[in-house]
């Protein structure tokens, strides 16, 4: 079964909880999130003539909600307005609702906290990739970047997060060796 344009209105509603999480992701403002992806849709539904049968819905729908952030990024800018910072109370508008205990939970948020603070680029390839699990080359499309641009964005934002959690601070205390002298 080919899905066309004309299928949009229908297919929509089961995909916004998906396109709202990662809006809120990139954007960082749950208002801004919502406002983003109204406005992705009504784009979309204006331009559901475009679809082609062979692209996936839900790639295509990424596609619009990431290049309309980018168009109101450079809007604020031109208004001279700075992007607002992530703020903690997000964080329980997208908590784990399966984390086991307080430790899972606790390594869930210093996950977003470390994504969070990865250059735009990198950020948004770990969440299309990393999180929404999209391939390599779906990304690209969406993004219109270069494949290989993906891959070393990808890489970067994987490598900086490591870090983070490799730190001396973040390691929990070893108990020392015990040395084998005889007393």
């Given amino acids: 079964m080919s899905i066309t344009g004309a299928d949009l209105p229908a297919?929509?509603?089961e995909l916004?909880?998906?396109l709202w999480a990662f809006a809120l992701r990139i954007c960082g403002d749950k208002h801004d999130a919502?406002?983003?992806?109204?406005?992705?849709?009504?784009?979309a539904l204006e331009r559901a003539h475009q679809l082609q049968p062979d692209t996936s819905v839900l790639?295509?729908?990424?596609?619009?909600v990431h290049s309309t952030w980018i168009n109101e990024l450079r809007s604020r800018k031109v208004r001279s307005r700075s992007r607002m910072d992530w703020n903690d109370e997000f964080l329980?508008?997208?908590?784990?609702?399966?984390?086991?205990?307080p430790e899972s939970d606790l390594m869930h948020r210093q996950i977003i906290e470390a994504v969070e603070k990865l250059p735009d680029g990198q950020r948004e390839v770990m969440l299309l990739v990393g999180v929404e699990r999209f391939s390599y080359k779906e990304a690209?499309?969406?993004l219109d970047l270069p494949i290989g641009t993906i891959m070393s964005r990808l890489s970067r934002a994987r490598q900086a997060i490591?870090?983070?959690?490799?730190s001396p601070k973040s390691k929990p205390l070893r108990a020392r060796p015990q040395s084998s002298s005889a007393s």
């Fill in 16 to 18: 916004l909880p998906r």
């Fill in 34 to 43: 919502e406002d983003l992806v109204q406005l992705a849709c009504v784009r």
């Fill in 162 to 166: 490591g870090a983070l959690f490799d």
């Fill in 59 to 64: 790639s295509w729908m990424f596609s619009i």
């Fill in 92 to 101: 329980e508008t997208v908590s784990d609702p399966e984390a086991p205990n």
């Fill in 11 to 13: 297919l929509l509603p």
């Fill in 140 to 142: 690209a499309e969406m």
